[in-house]
């Protein structure tokens, strides 16, 4: 595969891995239609993926709208651009507009740079590290510590593709990043700083510390979706933005 379906296939994996682990989560998958539940009330959430051009675009978005109506969640649907006009055009006709694009970033620049003083980056397994993780995903992501502690499962930890850290910065827990494995392709997910401690780099060393693990075990590739404010920063790094996912949601849901 080339570095966009690499990346298309790890950004896929790490959400199957976060739907089966999430509390309440499920995964539904057929003929090009991935769609994934968190068991939360949050759109974003909860995710329809065209993963190939569908053969029946209409029926099958209709289908997803069934899926996550009958669980009672808001969802959006993602179409990496150019993948497949035929299902964005039958996301419009099912009243559910194009609303913005996130960037799908890929780099294969894994030169790791030290990491700030003070900075001590430890693996999340269970009881305070899982604690921590979730407090720093909170508090960065402006998300309710409950819905975090519905979505980061002890079973995420668990997962043998998944591995999560957490920064701490002078014994404080101060930055977050979870590391999923796929395909040689290290995708990069859950990268958090504290408001507080912002600005001195530590987001950027917990995707460096994502990529050097990546490296021992094999992956040639790191791959993002980067928020706004992040994509300056990962094109710092060596990242280029290979697939934009565009993103279609239903208003007032």
Known sequence: MNIVDRADESYFQAWRAFGRCAAGGAVRESSGLLCVSSGLPVAFMNLAFVTRPLSAPEDQIASAMAFFDSRREPFIVR?????????????????????????????????????????????????????????????????????????????????????????????????????????RVAGIHNVATVPELRKRGLGEAMTWHCIERGLTCGCDIAALQSSEMGQPIYERMGFRTVSPYRTFHRPGV
């Open 79 to 183: 179409i990496r651009e150019g993948l497949d006009r035929a299902s964005e055009a039958a996301c419009e006709r099912l009243g559910m507009p194009y609303s913005d694009t996130v960037p799908g970033m890929a780099s294969t620049s894994m030169s790791v740079p030290a990491p700030p003083a003070g900075l001590d980056i430890r693996l999340v397994d269970s009881g305070p590290a899982l604690h921590d993780f979730r407090a720093v995903i909170s508090a960065g992501y402006g998300i309710p510590l409950a819905m975090v502690e519905a979505f980061v499962t002890a079973d995420l930890t668990r997962a043998p593709e998944v591995e999560s850290y957490v920064g701490y910065l002078n014994g404080l827990p101060a930055a977050s990043s979870t590391l999923v494995f796929g395909g």
